[in-house]
């Protein structure tokens, strides 16, 4: 069960039938947690001053010229950190997108869906209950100008999250994205990957890489394109490199030693794929004549600051629990709670390029040989520790 007074979230919404109508939603879909509703910025800011314990969610709408949403969620960031910000919005504009990266951590678009908001809420439990420490929470939510998920490609976010909907009307949506569509093409016509028939057809592209691979290349190449020019280049495109190397290693470990489990594999190259998530983020904070990654772990005892800022992006994302703490804990597995066979395998994978010297840290990972002993995968990190 959960805790009555654990659970709080702060709800701004100027319109009084919405606000009425999501609150019957929440307390339908959601009924553990309290809910707070306010009209307008001015009240939301009274009840953060006056409320002994800081809401753990917040979501606003944009308001008015006077005092914007995006403005409240500021004040939000500096008077409780570790409150998860949400910012709703009806508009998909640049306007909306700088607004939102200089302040929320999420974004909702209106009018949103029963699935859309819930996800919202589970999400926002996953990273409460999470791994995540409550220093870490703190100091997670005092960075700004994080990456958030582009609305204009919700369409697509919300095909890959739906089970029920076909690989045809997925297709149909990534073709009005074309440079999407055509990274999906080259990493489906990737030998590396096991695909030797060479194939441009966007249906069969979703039928080989799968819905999570897919999520992963997408938020990749929007990460990308989002820190291009903010990054030094090289260290840019080392980043880029070092993630598809290690994606591509992970992939090759689990597919070649893990047979009897079929997602296993995917789950490996969606981890590696998605650790430049955290690096980026971090240098992006740091003047760019001095960028430099480190493994410092001021956030979180025993895991780097970059490690925890990509889990942490992931959980706020919608990725899995279980990828999400591959991705975590793939430099050191003492700080897990239960080490499984991805967070091992993704370990080994992040071993193996240290000792090719193409981490762009250059700093030296130690095995955890009882880990690899457990799933049996010492001979696999032998094999590769020779290739090296």
Same mark, same amino acid.
């Given at each position: 069960?959960?805790?009555?007074?654990?659970?709080?979230?702060?709800?701004?919404?100027?319109?009084?039938?919405?606000?009425?109508? @999501?609150?019957?939603?929440?307390?339908?879909?959601?009924?553990?947690?309290?809910?707070?509703?306010?009209?307008?910025?001015?009240?939301? @800011?009274?009840?953060?001053?006056?409320?002994?314990?800081?809401?753990?969610?917040?979501?606003? #709408?944009?308001?008015?010229?006077?005092?914007?949403?995006?403005?409240?969620?500021?004040?939000?960031?500096?008077?409780?950190?570790?409150?998860?910000?949400?910012?709703?919005?009806?508009? %998909?504009?640049?306007?909306?997108?700088?607004?939102?990266?200089?302040?929320?951590?999420?974004?909702?678009?209106?009018?949103?869906?029963? *699935?859309?908001?819930?996800?919202?809420?589970?999400?926002?439990?996953?990273?409460?209950?999470?791994?995540?420490?409550? *220093?870490?929470?703190?100091?997670? =939510?005092?960075?700004?100008?994080?990456?958030?998920?582009?609305?204009?490609?919700?369409?697509?976010?919300?095909?890959?999250?739906? %089970?029920?909907?076909?690989?045809?009307?997925?297709?149909?949506?990534?073709?009005?994205?074309?440079?999407?569509?055509?990274?999906?093409?080259?990493?489906? %016509?990737?030998?590396?990957? =096991?695909?030797? +028939?060479?194939?441009?057809?966007?249906?069969?592209?979703?039928?080989?890489?799968?819905?999570?691979? $897919? !999520?992963?290349?997408?938020?990749?190449?929007?990460?990308?394109?989002?820190?291009?020019?903010? $990054? +030094?280049?090289?260290? *840019?495109?080392?980043?880029? /490199?070092?993630?598809?190397?290690?994606?591509?290693?992970?992939?090759?470990?689990? +597919?070649?030693?893990?047979?009897? /489990?079929?997602?296993?594999?995917? !789950?490996?190259?969606?981890?590696?794929?998605?650790?430049?998530?955290?690096?980026?983020?971090?240098?992006?904070?740091?003047?760019?004549?001095?960028?430099?990654?480190?493994?410092?772990?001021?956030?979180?005892? =025993?895991?780097?600051?970059?490690?925890?800022?990509?889990?942490?992006?992931?959980?706020?994302? =919608?990725?899995?629990?279980? $990828?999400?703490?591959?991705?975590?804990?793939?430099? %050191?597995?003492?700080?897990?709670?239960?080490?499984?066979?991805?967070?091992?395998?993704?370990?080994?994978?992040?071993?193996?390029?240290?000792?090719?010297?193409?981490?762009? @840290?250059?700093?030296?990972?130690?095995?955890?040989?009882?880990?690899?002993? +457990?799933?049996?995968?010492? #001979?696999?990190?032998?094999?590769?520790?020779?290739?090296?």
């Amino acid at each position: 069960m959960f805790e009555a007074d654990r659970w709080l979230a702060l709800i701004v919404e100027p319109d009084t039938a919405a606000r009425a109508a @999501t609150k019957r939603l929440l307390q339908r879909l959601c009924p553990h947690w309290q809910l707070e509703l306010c009209a307008d910025a001015v009240s939301a @800011t009274q009840y953060l001053l006056q409320q002994p314990v800081a809401p753990q969610l917040m979501l606003t #709408d944009r308001l008015d010229a006077s005092l914007r949403g995006e403005e409240l969620l500021e004040f939000c960031a500096s008077h409780s950190p570790a409150t998860i910000r949400v910012l709703m919005s009806a508009e %998909n504009d640049d306007a909306v997108m700088l607004a939102a990266v200089q302040s929320a951590q999420m974004l909702l678009g209106k009018p949103f869906t029963e *699935h859309d908001l819930l996800a919202v809420f589970q999400r926002a439990e996953q990273i409460i209950e999470g791994p995540f420490s409550e *220093h870490a929470r703190y100091q997670l =939510g005092t960075l700004q100008a994080l990456p958030i998920q582009q609305r204009q490609y919700q369409q697509i976010l919300a095909l890959l999250d739906d %089970n029920d909907s076909s690989q045809r009307e997925l297709a149909r949506a990534l073709e009005r994205e074309a440079p999407l569509a055509g990274r999906l093409i080259q990493m489906a %016509n990737s030998a590396y990957l =096991g695909f030797r +028939r060479q194939t441009l057809d966007l249906q069969e592209v979703v039928s080989r890489l799968g819905r999570e691979m $897919i !999520k992963a290349i997408m938020q990749a190449f929007l990460l990308n394109q989002q820190y291009q020019g903010k $990054i +030094r280049p090289e260290l *840019h495109q080392k980043l880029q /490199d070092y993630a598809v190397a290690l994606a591509s290693v992970a992939f090759q470990l689990a +597919r070649s030693q893990c047979r009897d /489990d079929a997602t296993l594999a995917e !789950k490996a190259y969606v981890a590696g794929l998605m650790q430049a998530l955290g690096p980026l983020a971090l240098l992006a904070t740091q003047p760019m004549a001095t960028q430099q990654l480190t493994q410092e772990d001021m956030f979180q005892d =025993g895991v780097a600051d970059h490690c925890i800022l990509t889990g942490y992006l992931m959980t706020l994302w =919608g990725f899995s629990a279980d $990828i999400c703490a591959a991705a975590m804990y793939r430099l %050191n597995l003492q700080g897990s709670a239960r080490v499984d066979r991805l967070q091992a395998i993704l370990h080994l994978a992040s071993y193996v390029l240290s000792l090719q010297q193409q981490d762009p @840290t250059g700093v030296k990972i130690t095995p955890d040989l009882a880990a690899l002993e +457990r799933f049996a995968l010492t #001979d696999s990190f032998l094999t590769s520790s020779n290739d090296s």
